[in-house]
């Protein structure tokens, strides 16, 4: 393959972390094969866009995205443009046809390859594709980069734990563009965090589509809860997070490592999807409402202060008023900390495409108003209860808006602005919370002034 060293590559990103994760992934794999990575798109001969398919908003964006490209493509023929992700997996072929100044197309488990597709565009080829389904996927033991743009180490890393998913849900794409739920054997995940810390890194958080099933099929069955309490032991390492859990793989044994790992945040991410049983069971998602809150309520008793978000749809085909109507009742019931909320979206291939009884756009967007002024409330009035209380918050950098200022994020992952100086980077310090907004919290230092790590033991629940 051709190495051209330092010719620059931008790597445009949509959707989720998982999808974050993967760019920096993929942009280890180009730094490796000879080339930089630059963030400025005008400077870059190779553009990669990596795409999401999870809803149409999402995928529409990226095609006027690709649109745009156009114009750079004319004024710079030179060019190369690639696009990957699970738009590409979704698309292969289509994407050149409604784009024709797209040079290379490739999928979900393939990124290991992008510098000899590359290579291959160079040496002429046209309309270069690969989408396919690989037994093992090598990028998911790339180590990704953790500097920031300006070269400077981040403290927080993700890591992927899993890849695929083998749930089906009825309106969602990933299980057929990301593949089959495959786990990393715990040895190669331990590898991984080491380094990491070793280069500076304080948080990670476990990356999967359903983390909490991880293990299954591994040659050596590791299950989550085990693999968290490796994680826990390795010296250096701070704060564990991990996301996305599903509700129906929400072991007992998972539950009772919150409180008792030190290094694992308050914090848990359990997508909810309805509050009706019917539009559970027509989802597919393999649990009922009851289910949903009584593992909440065993997650509260363990660790009092856990922080709960979701993530919820409104207008799944079906959804009467009265189905959504239990969907408020059980946001009533939970009160989470957040909320990501979605109108459902028409995917092809997936179950859901072929149900009847639609519901119009336009309900879809009056349920989801009504959703979210809900969620609003409920996300400031838990985060005024934290006023007058002491957090712990590690210190990620000077604030965006106020240089003066310095921002972090809570345990349970809030973020928090108070006066300091750049000096405490890195640093976990304790603060007192003093005024409380929608997106952030403000703080000042205790009066015990200096840095102190707030242990978790002080707010272990009886058990
Ligand atoms: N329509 C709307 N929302 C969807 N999600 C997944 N598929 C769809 C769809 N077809 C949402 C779910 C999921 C989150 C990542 O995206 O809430 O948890
Ligand atoms: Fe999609 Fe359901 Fe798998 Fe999540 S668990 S990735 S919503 S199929």
């Known amino acids: 393959m051709e ?27 180009m730094t490796e094969a000879g080339y930089e990575r630059t963030g400025d798109e005008g400077a870059a001969a190779v553009i990669l866009v990596n795409t999401c398919s999870i809803r149409d908003k999402v995928a529409q964006k990226i095609v006027s995205q690709l649109g745009r490209y156009r114009t750079r493509k004319i004024k710079n023929p030179g060019l190369i443009i690639g696009v990957g992700g699970c738009l590409a997996q979704h698309w292969g072929r289509e994407i050149f046809k409604r784009a024709p100044h797209v040079d290379l197309v490739f999928g979900t488990h393939v990124l290991h390859e992008v510098p000899e597709l590359v290579g291959r565009v160079k ?12 037994e093992d996927i090598p990028s998911l033991d790339i180590c990704a980069a953790v500097t920031n743009g300006n070269g400077r180490l981040n ?9 695929g998913c083998d749930n089906f849900c009825a309106y969602c794409v990933v299980p057929y563009l990301r593949g ?23 948080e990670v958080t476990l990356l999967g589509q359903n983390v909490n099933s991880y293990g299954r099929g591994l040659a050596e069955e590791t299950s989550f809860p085990a693999l968290l309490e490796k ?8 704060r564990i997070r991990f996301t996305t859990s599903h509700p129906k793989d929400l072991s007992d044994g998972l539950i009772s490592c919150f409180g008792r790992l030190e290094k694992l945040c308050e914090h848990i991410h359990l997508p909810f999807q309805a509050g009706a049983n019917r539009v559970l069971e027509r989802m597919n998602r393999g649990y009922t409402r009851e289910e949903y809150l009584s593992r909440i309520e065993m997650l509260r008793k363990r660790c009092p202060d856990i922080a709960v978000t979701a ?11 009265t189905d959504f109507e239990a969907t408020l009742t059980l946001m009533e019931a939970v009160r989470f900390d957040g909320l990501f909320s979605f109108m459902y979206s028409e995917r092809e291939g997936t179950q859901a495409l072929s149900f009847a009884d639609k519901v119009p756009e336009q309900e879809k967007r009056r349920r989801l108003m009504i959703l979210q002024a809900l969620q609003d409330r409920h996300t400031l009035e ?56 929608l997106h952030s919290l403000r703080g000042e230092p205790r009066k015990e002034g200096k840095a102190d790590v707030y242990r978790n033991e002080d707010r272990r629940a009886d058990h």
């Not at 190495?3 to 794999?29: P, W, Y």
């Not at 040496?123 to 690989?134: K, L, P, Q, S, W």
């Not at 054997?185 to 965090?193: D, S, T, V």
């Open 3 to 29: 190495k051209l060293a330092g010719e620059k590559f931008f790597i445009r990103t949509f959707g989720c972390q998982m999808n974050v994760h993967d760019s920096e992934q993929l942009a280890t794999i």
């Open 123 to 134: 040496n002429g080829y046209r309309m270069v594709m690969d989408t396919a389904f690989r």
């Open 155 to 163: 403290l927080q890393a993700f890591v992927t734990i899993m890849q």
């Open 180 to 202: 089959r739920e495959r786990s990393r054997p715990a040895a190669a995940i331990i590898r991984e965090i080491e380094a990491l810390v070793g280069r500076g890194v304080r």
């Open 231 to 238: 994680i826990n032991a390795i010296p250096g390492l701070e």
């Open 311 to 321: 993530d919820v749809m409104v207008g799944f085909p079906g959804e009467t008023e």
């Open 382 to 437: 838990k985060n005024r209860a934290l006023i007058g209380k002491p957090v712990s918050v590690l210190v990620e950098g000077a604030s965006k808006n106020d240089r003066r200022e310095m921002t972090g994020r809570t345990r349970t992952n809030k973020i928090v602005n108070f006066a300091g100086s750049g000096d405490l980077r890195g640093q976990t310090v304790s603060l007192c919370i003093t005024a409380a907004y």
